[in-house]
């Protein structure tokens, strides 16, 4: 069968790489939340409702 992935609410990625004010190069994620990747967000946690809703002229939605 097919694996359908469901869609993941993740943190702002910082990027794995980036520069300081000095020009030194540092793990971004990391410093922001300790770990490579940016964290999903906790959706059990959100107590207010909430609608996602996407059109024909958006180009990143998929319909599907």
Do not use: H
């Amino acid at each position: 069968g097919v694996r359908q992935e469901l869609p993941r609410f993740l943190k702002y990625d910082y990027g794995s790489q980036c520069r300081d004010w000095l020009g030194r190069s540092q793990p971004c994620n990391q410093k922001a939340y300790g770990q490579r990747r940016p964290p999903e967000y906790d959706l059990k946690k959100v107590t207010v409702p909430l609608m996602i809703a996407t059109g024909d002229p958006d180009k990143l939605a998929d319909p599907q």
